[in-house]
T-cell receptor, first 111, second 115 residues
């Protein structure tokens, strides 16, 4: 089965600073998703990457996919308190919706 | 459009008791998923439905967990009897069709505590 490893497990960043989260798969990626979760709540979709070299941005969040390395990164520029939460990467183990998630990265933004 | 609805939001039971969770997906979504998320871990897929048929239940502990989606719309997940290790958030998600390239929309989850 596919394993998705996220790093770091957690990070504390000062407001206004940048941060990067990585997600690495041990097998072929069928779509790579980034979700955000606040404690006790469901998952909020951020973006989906499908093709190698693809890069997407939404507000201050940018995600990239390196298909050869089976790796994705999520970068937040000039972090704000609203960026605090748990970031999860997820990917298909096949093209039919069988989905797996990484363990998540907890982001804390300090004043 | 209305999102994925789940109930109850919280449930506390004692071990060996039974519990059921309900999920109503987004209207028109053919695929429905149940995930289990243990504290500090990512969600783990338990079962995937396409309309009212099961397409993947390989990670569902079938000796105690069961799920159904009788009319291809809403779904229930049951645990009978519950164990301490079942304490988790149970998330329901739906997507328009059965494809990894279709976004999954998640409900708020049901937090289960087994004492």
């Amino acid at each position: 089965s596919q394993e998705l490893e996220q790093s770091p497990q957690s990070l504390i960043v000062q407001e206004g600073k940048n941060l990067t989260i990585n997600c690495t798969s041990s097998k072929t990626l069928y779509g790579l998703y980034w979700y955000k979760q606040k404690y006790g709540e469901g998952l909020i979709f951020l973006m989906m990457l499908q093709k190698g070299g693809e890069e997407k941005s939404h507000e201050k969040i940018t995600a990239k996919l390196d298909e050869k390395k089976q790796q994705s990164s999520l970068h937040i520029t000039a972090s704000q308190p609203s960026h605090a939460g748990i970031y999860l990467c997820g990917a298909g183990a096949d093209s039919w919706g069988k989905f797996q998630f990484g363990a998540g990265t907890q982001v804390v933004v300090t004043p | 459009e209305a999102g994925v609805a789940q109930s109850p939001r919280y449930k506390i039971i004692e071990k060996r008791q039974s519990v059921a969770f309900w999920c109503n997906p987004i209207s028109g979504h053919a695929t429905l998923y149940w995930y289990q998320q243990i504290l500090g871990q990512g969600p783990k897929l338990l079962i995937q439905f396409q309309n009212n048929g099961v397409v993947d239940d390989s990670q569902l502990p079938k000796d105690r967990f069961s799920a159904e989606r009788l009319k291809g719309v809403d779904s229930t997940l049951k645990i009978q009897p519950a164990k301490l290790e079942d304490s988790a958030v149970y998330l329901c998600a739906s997507s328009r069709k059965r494809s990894t390239y279709n976004e999954q929309f998640f409900g708020p989850g049901t937090r289960l505590t087994v004492l």
